[in-house]
């Protein structure tokens, strides 16, 4: 409680500027709040349904998907986010018996800019993104469903204590590499492995959200990426490719990825397979932005309705064909500033086992959601350009005449 009066006590401090738009320090409260509302929950049993992948095995009624406040800055080459709350459990079998939900950091991190030949140059550290996945690096503010899909969501690591490395050419390519604990503790590191990720793509436009219009005509990202978990006892490789592609309001995703997991030395601690095991995820969705009202800015800021289906697959043993074979598909939408950064949304859930007992396990939920800032908040994921002051020119009496 104290950490967090600290923050919009300094929030609150007004931001100092330079002698210029491009030294001008810009600090931003955020704050996020989804809550979910099931109106219907297909069990086969009343109480005891079996853990299922992609499955929160939630009954009639409401409950906290993410609550979350901090800050987030720049100032000329400069910025960092620091946010930290609530957030429940992906699904009953990442819950493991945790019913409820889990206080921590979201993110943490400072990041550096600087213009470099062709292109921009970035630097992260602290609680960074793994560039892995585009769907795992979109922001949970923006997603069309509010969780994204299971195969992504089990094969796609999430944030991770190490260093970013980033650089964008003007043309449109960009690569990432990371180098991260890769153990989940954000204090110490219990090993001497490490979780190594790199990341390269090519993009056209905004690429990162699943909503708006293409402003040329077409947005178009291209990408794949791999990491490498080097844990205790358990040795992970995952690949994957995916792209977004946008023709006007109509927006497709496409992912494929897959993990190698390797056990080893089982004499320090317990691996996370006892055999090699390869896994595979899936996902597609579709989606359509309809505005709705004036338009009063940015596609973000718009009030607009984001009509979408969305496949997921999630393998966890291609070896085997059991009820570790799911599929899940999503069918709703999500109407985007019912009022300033407010969002409310229902879908439809169905979820079906692709091998083994088949379980009788769909949803209809309704969900909400505030966030501020309005627009979209800054990640690792976001092409930042370093503010550059403007170069000191003489009097315009004084500049010699030329061309124009």
């Known amino acids: 409680m104290r950490a967090a009066l600290l923050l919009f006590l300094a929030a609150a401090v007004p931001a100092q500027a330079g002698e210029d738009d491009g030294n001008k320090a810009e600090i931003t409260p955020i704050a996020q709040l989804q809550m979910w509302g099931t109106a219907f929950d297909q069990d086969q049993a009343d109480q005891a349904d079996g853990a299922g992948y992609g499955d929160p095995e939630h009954d009639m009624g409401f409950s906290i998907r993410r609550a979350r406040v901090g800050l987030e800055g720049h100032k000329g080459a400069l910025d960092f986010q620091l946010d930290f709350g609530l957030s429940a459990p992906y699904d ?10 889990e206080f921590a950091f979201a993110n943490a991190y400072a990041r550096g800019s ?16 793994v560039p892995f996945a585009r769907e795992r690096l979109m922001s949970s503010r923006q997603l069309t469903f509010q969780e994204r899909a299971v195969g992504i969501a089990w094969i796609g690591p999430s944030q991770d204590l190490g260093v970013l490395l980033d650089y964008e050419l003007d043309a449109g390519v960009r690569i990432q590499a990371g180098v991260y604990n890769g153990g989940g503790n954000l204090f110490t590191d219990d090993n001497d492995g490490v979780m190594v990720a790199g990341r390269i793509e090519y993009a056209k436009g905004e690429t990162y959200l699943t909503y708006g219009e293409a402003k040329d005509g077409v947005d178009l990202g291209i990408a794949a990426s791999a990491y490498w978990n080097d844990d205790v006892a358990t040795d992970r490789i995952a690949a994957e490719v995916d792209a977004l592609v946008r023709v006007s309001r ?12 390797q056990p080893g030395d089982s004499t320090i601690d317990l691996p996370d397979a006892f055999d090699p095991t390869q896994q595979l995820g899936l996902t597609g969705q579709v989606s359509y932005w309809i505005p709705v009202g004036e338009d009063v800015g940015s596609d973000a800021e718009r009030s607009a309705i984001e009509a979408a289906v ?7 043993n291609m070896a085997l064909s059991d009820n570790g074979d799911v599929l899940i598909a999503d069918v709703g939408g999500t109407w985007r500033n019912v009022t300033g950064g407010v969002d409310l949304g229902l879908g439809f859930i ?3 086992e ?11 939920r309704l969900w909400g959601q505030l966030r501020w800032p309005i627009r979209p908040v800054r990640t690792t994921s976001s ?17 010699m005449p030329g061309p124009r």
């Not at 092409?383 to 500049?399: C, G």
Request: without cysteine; charged residues 20%.
């Open 250 to 261: 109509l927006t497709l995703m496409v992912e494929a990825a897959t993990l190698f997991i």
């Open 354 to 364: 692709l091998g083994g007992r088949g379980i009788p396990n769909d949803t209809v």
């Open 383 to 399: 092409s930042v350009v370093p503010k550059v002051p403007a170069p000191d020119l003489p009097p315009a009496d004084e500049m």
């Open 310 to 316: 969305r496949v997921g697959t999630f393998d966890d």
């Open 350 to 352: 169905h979820r079906e």
């Open 92 to 101: 009953s079998v990442r819950a493991a018996g945790r019913s409820g939900p």
């Open 114 to 129: 600087t213009l470099l030949g062709p292109g921009v140059a970035r630097a992260s550290f602290g609680l960074v993104r």
